[in-house]
């Protein structure tokens, strides 16, 4: 299954931590924004990779979000 943009509807690769092609973010965030929120989700998932196996831990981590 593809992972495709929410906005064109362009192909994106699957390991994109975004819902979204990059000039689609651009236009929408603005590229600092857009800069920032895929950091933000790159370092959500680094952190969810380390918790997996964790329930707890995980569900406390959530919490504070
Ligand atoms: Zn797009």
Redesign the pocket.
């Known amino acids: 299954m593809s992972k ?7 192909e ?1 690769a699957q390991e994109s931590v975004i819902d ?6 651009v ?1 929408v965030w603005g590229e600092k924004m857009f800069g920032a929120i895929v950091k933000n989700m790159e370092k959500a998932r680094t952190d969810g990779d380390l918790y997996q196996g964790s329930v707890s831990s995980s569900a406390q981590n959530r919490a504070q979000i």
């Open positions: 495709k943009c929410i906005y064109c509807k362009q994106i979204f092609c990059k000039s689609c973010g236009k």
